[in-house]
């Protein structure tokens, strides 16, 4: 009785600030409704105990709790994610760059090894499931808005490649090759020497199968490696949703490896995640503490000016920088739909843990850049202090 009361005095507290879409199940067969509105969310706590992890609504300790089997969240991904943040918000002191600090993030070979195979090499057949067909898992372009999936991922890669003023024969290394689809079209239609490296052993081997289904054995190389063990120079160089990996100490380092392997007339592009606070801060009310521990484990997010003071101190020159955030919140709202429309067989793949992991992450993505606590952005760069009649006048090269 003492529990039920204080979620009482709690929900009376919330829903004086916001009417929400919620019914709470108690485990004694009683419910709270926050609004009269019919709940599209509904939270049931199966035992007493499980009352404080809604006392204390963080993302963290509600995302943990619903993961781990400790509550029961029932409705869409999206209003779950709406609803908790509204909780949280409502009940909670917004918490930035302090909670990030205290975590310790340490970037090593093993260690950076190990949180990409921890999160890319769950199946093949997992991403199959919600990724459009050529397994591209970064942000699509959609050009006009009204593009499927699998055509907006492409005209992402032609995008990229039109940036990089791609030309027949030039030597290509994409750091971070995912399956493949950006080297393997830079190689089709452009006639690029191309090499992707991975460090996920499924990317890897189903990539090369890739290559050699294409028959572009002769353009294409994909290797289980490092970036920072690739030798030699390329014409350009690729990098698609790798260097949230790498760490905030560590991206000047990544920079120069960037700028040893780049040629010195070749350009480079970045596209990557960041964050939009200044100070490189935590996204508020713990959803990078759960997204560090059950998602991409040592994975960092700078804002995009840190970006480009060490892209400098690598040595590299920021020609054009394009924010592709309303992009990618569509992207991951796709993914989200196609998650759950094959519920049953990714529960099937991977379990009900993993499944409960990925509804929430994919959709919290969706939320992060709809209200601007992360963007993606793209950008072109290539070796600083070169005469700037090398230098396009204009855009107009990325579109014709």
Known sequence: MFLQNRLSAWMSGVRQQTALPLRIELWNGQHLDFSAEAPRVTIRLPQASAARYLLKPSLSNLGSAYVEGLIEVRGA??????????????????????????RNFRHDRKKDAEAIRYHYDVSNAFYQQFLDPAMVYSCAYFEHGDEDLATAQTKKIDHILAKIRLRRGQTLLDIGCGWGALVLRAAREYGARC???????????LARERVREAGLEQLVEIRLQDYRDVQGQFDR????????HVGLKHLPEYFRTVNRL????GVAMNHGITSTDPDNGETPYGGGEFIDKYVFPQGELVHLGQVLKAMQEGGLEA??????????????AIWTDNFEARAACIKALAGDKRFRIWHVYLAGCVYGFEQDLLSLYQIVCGKAGR???????SRGYIYT
């Open 237 to 244: 160089i690729t990098s698609v949703g790798m260097f949230e």
């Open 195 to 205: 090499v992707g490296i991975t460090l996920s052993q499924n990317q890897f081997e």
């Open 319 to 332: 020609y054009d920088v394009e924010n592709l955030r309303r992009h990618y919140a569509r992207t991951c």
């Open 387 to 393: 005469n700037p009649r090398v230098l396009p006048w």
């Open 77 to 102: 991904a999206r209003d779950m994610i709406a609803v908790v943040n509204a909780l949280a918000r409502s009940t909670l002191k917004e918490h930035g760059r302090f909670p990030r600090v205290m």
């Open 262 to 265: 780049l040629a010195e007339d």
